[in-house]
C-alpha cells in the first residue's frame, strides 16, 4: 500500500504536515521534510502560497511555496534529484508532485492571457483568470529516454553538462505536435546520426525537472555512424556490456535501462525501476 496519496484539500483547515519549496529545492532537518503545520507557518518564513496537496500515511499534508530559500536553524535545503537519489519511493513522490504543484502555481499567479489576478478554483487542482475566465491546469512536458543497442554493444553517450566521466542514454523533450516515438527517432538522428528499429516501451519516472516525466525506450541500432551534435553531444561511443564505463546513479531511469539490458544479455535477475 503506498503511503503517499495526492488530492485536492482545503487549505483553510487546520492541522496537518508541510512541506517547504522554493526553486525545486526542499527544506529539511534531522527528521526528515515533513514538519508541523502550524508550528511552521508561525516561523518568519517568505510564504508565497500554500496548497493542499495529498495525504501521507493518513495525515494531510500541505505545501508551502517560498518566494526566495530562508534559513533555519538546524536545516538544510536539498534538491529533487537528491531526494530522489535517496531511496525513499513514497517521499519522493510527495515531493515530486508538491514540487510540480507549487512551480506551476507560482507561474500562474497572473493571466497570460490579460494580465489579471489568477485565483485558485476550490476543490480543484485549477487556476482561474478573475478578469476573463481563462482556466489553466497543471501540465506536463513528457520528454524520452532511450538505450540504442547492437548485439551485446550498448549506445552510451557524454552530455557537456554531466558529471565528469559519466556516461548514460540519449534523452530530449517531445516537440509539439509529434508522436513519443517520433520523438525518440528525431533525437537519436539530431544527437548521435544513426537510424534506430524495433522501438520498444519499458516505463516511466517522473523526472527532477520542471513539469517532466521521462518516457524510457530499448531500441536496436538499423543503420548510420556516430556524427556527435555539437555542443549537445562531447562524446558518444559504443560499449560492450562486459566493459562499461561510469553509469549514472542506480535510481534513475537511464541506470535501469542499462541494467535491464545488460541483464538480459548475461542472464541476470531483471531489476526494478524505482516509481
Sequence with gaps: MQRWQPNVIDSQQPGGWVVVHCKQHF????????????????????????????HFDGDAVYLLELEQPADMSGCAWQSLRQFMLQGDDDIFRLLSYATQIGTWASQHRFCGSCGGAMQHIPGERAMRCLRCELQHYPRLSPS?????????????????????????TLA????????VEHCVVREVREEVGIEIKNLQYLGSQGWPFPHSLMLGFHAEY?????????????????FSVHDLPPLPASRSIARYLIDSYVARCLGQPDPVLPN
Design 27 to 54: 527544506l529539511a532537518d534531522s527528521n526528515g521534510v515533513l514538519f508541523p503545520r502550524e508550528w511552521l507557518k508561525k516561523q518568519d518564513l517568505p510564504i508565497l502560497a500554500e496548497h493542499g496537496v495529498g
Design 222 to 238: 538499423a543503420s548510420g555512424d556516430i556524427v556527435m551534435q555539437v555542443d549537445e553531444i562531447e562524446d558518444a561511443q559504443w
Design 172 to 179: 530530449g523533450f517531445v516537440e509539439a505536435g509529434e508522436s
Design 144 to 168: 524520452m529516454i532511450v538505450l540504442v543497442t547492437r548485439g551485446d554493444e550498448i549506445l552510451l553517450a557524454r552530455s557537456p553538462r554531466f558529471v565528469s566521466g559519466i556516461y548514460s
